[in-house]
């Protein structure tokens, strides 16, 4: 029996075992939403294209199956860009379904016409446009293959109106085989063996953990790695929950806002460990100055990583969970007392753990908002799924939050989207209907998608958004006061609105706290209704994130509080 | 001159490639250089035997460590297949020259001779124009290009450069 090029989309969707998918409709894919009516899946409807990828992001990002987003052409496809491009950035599986006008017009100018394949081509790990019915299937499958394989990252698929319309035979393909696309998984079985001696020899070696490790699910061999070898551990903002922050080991996140011992520990050690982390520059600060004595062990399943922006003097190519696992019987092996000969290491960290602790003024009547972060964590115990918006909220929940499990932080690191943490967190919560998720937001990020509150209260998905209000686009902020001459230059947010009640407009709960005592308490309330939540708390305004590397100067210059 | 050929030439890679035969990848390829800021001095495409896959002869230029990146993240893109820097090896490379020149009563023996030493063809003729075609390396373009320049180029229209590694060296799948 021959099907439509809609019911064939949907039933290649369900074949893929998708059970939610998040989109927005217009003209073009009518005849999928049409199908969508009484399909076995559930649609969310976001109020703006970029909460539904966001959303389908903080899906994938909470579960590890592939997020999916659906959209019209034109306005809808071009308004995915920033989701995609942030899913991209933070190698994040997803497939992005948009609709495109008839292709005998393609190219034409036609009514709601953009060329969203070409200009998704540099942020996309992929993308097709589908001229023909018969192309459909295989292609929907190869996009799912190329998003959750090797490095994982956003596709994207054009689907022309007549070819959702055209009715074909449907046959899903078992695999996809694409000859261009082999990710290597194993890594060189002599490397490894190499990088086991060099780490057995090494008198001071810091282990740099990147989102590679929660990727591949990597977690439970990088604890290994580190008690085996007695080796301290960094995890990049990308890598929080990959810990666990509470393990003595943890040294905390490094980089720009990276914790003192931290940015110590690299700068001092004579070996760096680096898996599954691509040395971002908001990590490594000045490259020249970056672990000046260490020798590198780059671990990364993506080739262009190692050598990019850090020489990498060992490298293994492959799957950190794949490598570790084959890593640490090794380690076990070498006849060492690791903790005696790591013991000197261990006592200079712990010296400077000890100096240079992660502190802030908590004096005073203002709320800090340090203090919201460790309430909330002390409240859900560290096992909460956060997001994050962008700014001082991110980095404080980055310092504050104790991450102790894998995909329980999500948060835009490369592109830094502000906006993000909402709709990932309405995502993450579709995922995980039962457990908590709290976006830790900012007042300026939250009003880049205050649309999806509707989302949120529809399909009642009781997310906790925790807005820092500063009424400054504080991040922005400190820069003006510590490196322009405190000129606040379009960053003051004094006209905020009263987000208690926008959330009770959309038929959500608003909460406000406004003193120090109240913030506890506030906490639990929220966490207590089974409703989407909104939380305003108002903050110390001017609070600053320290500690603080200049653009451009060495991890080890940092401003400190 | 010539030494400054010679460096040039040293710094320059020629890459070959074999890409799905699929609208598109050309684009994406040439994105890559323009997005990441590597250049591309020619590029050439054309179908192989297998008309699925087409073979692409990039030379760009070096400056540092880049092309090694550069190979890397060719090799990321789904739509290419295989990837090799011929430099590494031994290679023969050709280019293709259509040159338009000024063709006076007085210099047409000359330009005759120069097309005749360099194994060149004269492919059309008009009152006042010669049209040759010259094939060869970069050097021996170059050398005619400069033996015809005081004569008069009108014109010149050269196809980019394409090579294969010599002997048993194949690039396939
Ligand atoms: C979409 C987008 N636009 C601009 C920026 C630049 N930016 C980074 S942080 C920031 C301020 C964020 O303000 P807010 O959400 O209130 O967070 P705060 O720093 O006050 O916690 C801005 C404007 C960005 N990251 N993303
Ligand atoms: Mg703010």
Redesign the pocket.
């Known amino acids: 029996m021959k099907k439509s090029g809609a019911e064939i989309f949907v039933e290649c969707l369900l074949r893929e075992k998708i059970d939610t998918i998040f989109g927005f409709p217009g003209g073009v894919v009518l005849d999928v939403y049409n199908v969508l009516f009484d399909a076995p899946l559930r649609h969310i409807l976001s109020r703006h294209e970029q909460g539904a990828v966001h959303a389908a992001d903080g899906y994938a990002r909470a579960s590890g199956k592939p997020g999916v987003c659906l959209v019209t052409s034109g306005p809808g496809a071009t308004n995915t860009v920033?989701g995609i491009a942030t899913a991209y950035m933070d190698s994040v599986p997803i497939v992005v379904f948009t609709g495109q006008v008839p292709t005998r017009i393609i190219g034409n100018d036609a009514f709601q016409e953009a060329d969203i394949v070409g200009i998704t081509l540099p942020c996309t790990k992929h993308n097709y446009l589908v001229k023909d019915i018969a192309d459909l299937a295989r292609t929907i499958k190869e996009a799912f293959f190329i998003a959750t394989t090797g490095r994982p990252g956003p596709v994207l698929v054009d689907l022309p109106k007549d070819v959702l319309a055209a009715k074909g035979d449907f046959k899903y393909p078992e695999r996809a085989y694409i000859r261009g696309y082999n990710p290597t998984y194993e890594g060189h079985a002599g490397q490894i063996a190499k990088v086991v001696k060099i780490i057995a020899r090494a008198k001071r070696p810091v282990i740099l953990a990147g989102g590679g490790i929660i990727i591949s699910g990597a977690s439970e061999e990088l604890r290994q790695l580190a008690e085996i070898g007695q080796i301290p551990v960094t995890t990049t903002l990308m890598g929080l929950g990959g810990f666990p922050a509470t393990h003595a080991l943890f040294l905390g996140m490094p980089g720009m806002h990276g914790i003192y011992t931290a940015n110590m520990a690299l700068s001092e050690a004579d070996l760096l460990i680096a898996i599954g982390s691509r040395f971002d520059d908001r990590v490594t600060g000045n490259l020249e100055e970056f672990a000046p004595h260490a020798k590198i062990v780059h671990i990364d399943i993506d080739p262009t990583s190692i050598g990019k922006n850090v020489r990498g003097d060992y490298p293994v190519v492959g799957d950190a969970k794949k490598i570790l696992s084959k890593m640490n019987p090794l380690l076990k092996k070498e006849e060492k007392d690791w903790l005696k000969d790591h013991e000197e290491w261990l006592r200079e960290i712990e010296e400077w753990r000890k100096n240079h602790p992660l502190t802030y003024n908590n004096q005073g009547k203002k709320i800090k908002?340090q203090y919201v972060i460790e309430q909330i964590n002390e409240a859900t115990k560290g096992e909460a799924i956060i997001t994050t918006?962008?700014?001082?909220?991110?980095m404080w929940t980055a310092q504050f939050y104790k991450f102790t499990k894998p995909r329980t932080l999500l948060s835009s690191g490369g592109l830094?989207?502000?906006?993000y943490g909402f709709p990932a967190a309405i995502g993450a919560q579709a995922a995980f209907p039962d457990k908590i998720v709290i976006d830790i937001?900012?007042?300026?990020?939250?009003q880049?998608n205050i649309q999806e509150l509707a989302t949120a209260v529809q399909y009642r998905l009781p997310v906790k958004v925790a807005i820092?209000n500063?009424k400054?686009?504080?991040?922005?902020?400190?820069w003006q006061q510590l490196f322009y001459n405190r000129r606040y230059s379009y960053?003051c947010?004094n006209s905020n609105p009263d987000f208690v009640k926008i959330a009770e407009a959309y038929g959500a709960v608003g909460l406000r706290a406004s003193e120090p005592e109240e913030v506890r308490p506030i906490i639990e309330q929220a966490l207590a209704i089974p409703k989407p939540v909104v939380i305003d708390f108002e903050i110390d305004r001017e609070e600053n994130v320290y500690p603080m590397v200049p653009v451009g100067a060495s991890i080890r210059r940092m401003l400190l509080a | 001159m010539a030494d400054k050929i010679f460096e040039n030439a040293k710094s320059r890679h020629t890459i070959s490639l074999l890409v799905e035969n699929r609208f598109g990848a050309l684009t994406r390829i040439a994105g890559l250089f323009s997005g990441r800021g590597f250049n591309i001095d020619s590029l050439t495409v054309a179908p192989t035997v297998d008309p699925s896959i087409s073979r692409m002869t990039i030379v760009t230029r070096d400056n540092g460590q880049i092309i090694e990146q550069v190979i890397k993240q060719l090799r990321k893109l789904i739509d290419v297949i295989k990837v090799v820097d011929l430099c590494e090896e031994d290679y023969v490379e050709r280019e293709m020259a259509l040159i338009k020149v000024e063709s006076e009563p007085e210099n047409r023996a000359e330009v005759l001779r120069i097309v005749d030493i360099f194994r060149g063809k004269i492919v059309d003729v008009s009152a006042t124009t010669y049209t040759l075609e010259i094939t060869g390396d970069e050097e021996k373009l170059g050398a005619l290009i400069n033996l015809l320049k005081p004569i008069g180029i009108i014109e010149i229209a050269r196809t980019g450069k394409v090579a294969l590694g010599r002997g048993n060296k194949v690039l396939k799948l």
Do not use: H
């Open positions: 920033t908002p918006e962008v700014g001082q909220n991110q830094g989207t502000m906006g937001a900012g007042d300026g990020s939250f880049m820092l500063n400054y686009l504080g991040m922005v902020r400190q960053t947010l």
